[in-house]
T-cell receptor, first 115, second 113 residues
Framework: GNSVTQMEGPVTLSEEAFLTINCTYT??????LFWYVQYPGEGLQLLLK?????DKGSNKGFEATYRKETTSFHLEKGSVQVSDSAVYFC??????????????FGKGTTLSVSS | NAGVTQTPKFRVLKTGQSMTLLCAQD?????MYWYRQDPGMGLRLIHY???????AKGEVPDGYNVSRLKKQNFLLGLESAAPSQTSVYFC????????????FGDGTRLSIL
């Protein structure tokens, strides 16, 4: 079946450190891949997406590259800020699914950045 | 720009009580979803709808009912609340393309005593 596996947190970093959150997936064909972010007390916001192999999604200094050969979509940021503290979810929509298919989420990774 | 609005934001119920959570979206989206978020579990799909008047079961539908009488609204009902339904509930919607990103509401925190 389809699934998403994220590195377990919490991830604790100092401001300006480099961030990597690993995400791997299991799915047939070419799923669409997403990273969502959830700030404390808020809903999920789309951070970035990629819909085909070798696509790179980017937003707010975050990047992730769709790697078909390793079935991965790792999230990276060169210099984190305290305001990046949040929970990050990797998710996918399987390829070829019928309309209205819901996202399949990883369990989330909590990032805590200190000054 | 309201986007997806959920009401209420917080609620405490006693076991056996019933209630309805309301989700409203003003983006004319066809598809709407209800998820629950539990610690260490990520988000799991309860029910979803692919258009006005339609509903379908997701991964964890037991104990919940839904209705989509109007395109902009998606209601989640608990007929007889149980402590296992204590969770944070999120509504989401997306346009008439299943590969488009979903837009989420801010959530409803529900506690069942």
């Amino acid at each position: 079946g389809n699934s998403v596996t994220q590195m377990e947190g919490p991830v604790t970093l100092s401001e300006e450190a480099f961030l990597t959150i690993n995400c791997t997936y299991t799915a047939t064909g070419y799923p669409s891949l997403f990273w969502y972010v959830q700030y404390p007390g808020e809903g999920l916001q789309l951070l970035l997406k990629a819909t085909k192999a070798d696509d790179k999604g980017s937003n707010k200094g975050f990047e992730a590259t769709y790697r078909k050969e390793t079935t991965s979509f790792h999230l990276e940021k060169g210099s984190v800020q305290v305001s990046d503290s949040a929970v990050y979810f990797c998710a996918l929509i399987p390829y070829g699914r019928q309309a209205g298919t819901a996202l399949i989420f990883g369990k989330g990774t909590t990032l805590s950045v200190s000054s | 720009n309201a986007g997806v609005t959920q009401t209420p934001k917080f609620r405490v119920l006693k076991t056996g009580q019933s209630m309805t959570l309301l989700c409203a979206q003003d983006m004319n989206h066809e598809y709407m979803y209800w998820y629950r978020q539990d610690p260490g579990m990520g988000l799991r799909l309860i029910h979803y709808s692919v258009g006005e008047g339609t509903t379908a079961k997701g991964e964890v539908p037991d104990g919940y009912n839904v209705s989509r009488l109007k395109k902009q609204n998606f209601l989640l009902g608990l007929e007889s609340a149980a402590p296992s339904q204590t969770s944070v509930y999120f509504c989401a919607s997306n346009p008439d393309s299943s590969r488009e990103p979903q837009h989420f509401g801010d959530g409803t925190r529900l506690s069942i005593l």
